[in-house]
């Protein structure tokens, strides 16, 4: 027998409740027990979008840092790509987007808030990327790359860097920097006549 229909009104309360605890509380405070009571939700409701508080701590804060709309906004792609990773940086330069970084920092690979971590928030980011890419090359502002995951790594390596080392900020300016770098390695040359 199937379940109820999820309500997009009862995820949207839970991200609510669990976004509230992490900008307030850090990610310890994002419990199943203390977003059932803020959502005025059970916790099998919970349990029914999510397999753990780390994942509604994860998909709160990707919903926040308001990464996928930028990806999907209109324009160039690549205006679209610089917003995304703009919104990534407003997101981890916020209180609640320094506590993400600082567990994440100090998670073993394999903890549940580590595996929130890469399904919930590199993945989905990935992918967004990976879409403006395609459209990138669709438009001949760059060359299609040999490796697309080489090319994303190249993207998103310096910021997780950053992110787990924490020597430098994340910050517009460097992720503008880091774009540049990449997508000026990627560019269409123009070619050359032949000599003579």
Known sequence: MRGRPRDPRTR???????????????LTAVTIEAIAQKAGVSRP?????????????????????GAASAAASPGS???????QL????????????????????AAQSETELAKAFRNEFIARNRDATWALLERCIADRSIAEPDDMDVTLDLIFGPLFY??????????????????????????????QPPAG
């Open 86 to 105: 703009h919104a990534l940086a407003d997101a981890f330069a916020a209180p609640a987007g320094r506590s993400v970084a600082a567990m994440v920092a």
């Open 45 to 65: 409701t919970i349990y029914r979008y999510w397999p753990n508080a780390p994942a509604v701590a994860m998909a709160a804060f990707l919903e926040k840092t």
């Open 77 to 83: 792609a690549l205006s679209a790509l610089r917003a």
């Open 162 to 191: 950053r992110l787990l080392m924490g020597h430098a900020p994340i910050t517009r300016g460097f992720v503008d920097q880091l774009l540049d770098t990449v997508v000026r390695a990627r560019r269409r040359r123009p070619v």
């Open 12 to 26: 949207a309360a839970i991200l609510v409740a669990a976004r509230d605890l992490l900008e307030r509380g850090g």
